[in-house]
């Protein structure tokens, strides 16, 4: 590969691709964002600096219902226009001649994504703080939308979200370790033993958190990202996967390495409950519940990510990736005692 390539883009074929739906200035640069632990993210900028986000599957043999970029972007072209944020959509490619898997292609949108502390530091504590509260008003605003008023309501299933939830990560888990992880099992029958009463289904986003999503300048949310896990089911699952991400200062623990929420300015794990309650008037009695379940659930997946990063098929392996593995056991003891605590 030369200097010039980028792993997982044909620059030629791609370009030609654009240019039947967008103008450009000059050639096309293509730049993999770091962070991307599932389809593969690119920065895509010409020379008058127009810029644009491609996302396409990992590279290599990879779990299809994993990586559906066409269910992706349907999810977004769904939401456009509703009072969830999302970005504008330039198009969608399904012929894998053109660079060897389907893709999809966003507006790039100006603001900060805050993926640790660094830079969550470059928001003001007025940011901060906004971007709190309004993280939450636009999961509630995404939680009351009727999937059927937005084309959505044939997407998936929408009665016993939980227990085909933990039908699917335990068969992916299964499909994806080469190694002995019996505490996983063991959380798994615990949590299918006390799935509770679903009140309801709406739209789950399925991997809510701070980092994706995009902080404009006046602290507010302005664009949701990272719908590949979204569905129809059981909404308190989005909190509990949020509160499971939602690091604080001290914690020993932390889902995501690294957390931008421990810098100073992020509201409490409790604020944010108490703002979701209000501002939906679910019954999060049973919160901890979805809270173990999210530590299980992201214990599956990062086995696969750790998985995929072993097998070489994400491109290059980030230095310290072994950690993965070291997470996916930290996070399952973490399911395992709130479920003995909650008990």
């Not at 790039?108 to 993926?115: C, L, N, P, Q």
């Not at 937005?150 to 080469?178: C, H, M, N, P």
């Not at 289904?201 to 902080?215: E, P, S, T």
């Not at 932390?254 to 939906?280: C, D, K, M, S």
Request: charged residues 25%.
């Amino acid at each position: 590969m030369s200097e010039h390539e980028v792993a997982g883009i044909d620059a030629r074929a791609v370009t030609r691709w654009f240019d039947d739906r967008v103008e450009r200035s000059g050639d096309l640069c293509f730049e993999l964002i770091a962070g991307g632990r599932s389809n593969m993210t690119y920065r895509v900028g010409d020379d008058a600096g127009v810029r644009w986000v491609l996302r396409r599957p990992p590279l290599g043999k990879v779990l299809a219902t994993a990586h559906d970029v066409g269910r992706e972007h349907r999810l977004i072209a769904a939401l456009r226009d509703s009072d969830v944020p999302v970005p504008p959509l330039v198009g969608l490619c399904t012929d894998e001649s053109i660079n060897g898997a389907p893709f999809y292609v966003m507006t790039f949108i100006d603001g900060t994504v805050a993926r640790d502390p660094t830079s969550a530091a470059t928001l003001s504590m007025d940011q901060r703080l906004g971007a709190s509260r309004d993280l939450i008003e636009v999961l509630a605003r995404l939680h009351r939308i009727d999937p059927a008023d937005v084309g959505l309501d044939d997407l998936a299933k929408k009665d016993a979200y939980i227990a085909r939830q933990l039908r699917r990560w335990k068969g992916q888990f299964e499909q994806s370790t080469t190694r002995d992880l019996p505490l996983v099992q063991e959380v798994h029958d615990r949590l299918v033993a006390a799935i509770p009463p679903q009140p309801g289904a709406g739209i789950v986003h399925g991997d809510y958190r701070l980092d994706n999503c995009i902080i404009g300048a006046d602290g507010k949310v302005a664009a949701v990202l990272d719908w590949e896990l979204c569905t129809l089911g059981e909404v308190r699952a989005d909190m509990g996967l949020l509160l499971v991400y939602w690091t604080e200062p001290g914690d020993e623990l932390a889902a995501l390495p690294n957390a931008p929420t421990t810098v100073e300015g992020f509201a409490r794990r409790h604020e944010l409950t108490q703002w979701y309650a209000e501002a939906t008037g679910a019954d999060l009695a049973e919160l901890d519940y979805f809270v173990a379940f999210s530590y299980w659930r992201l214990a599956c997946i990062l086995e696969g990510v750790y998985s995929r990063y072993m097998a070489d098929v994400m491109g290059d392996q980030p230095e310290g990736f072994e950690a993965f593995g070291d997470g996916v056991v930290l996070l399952v003891e973490a399911a395992h005692e709130t479920l003995r605590s909650s008990s």
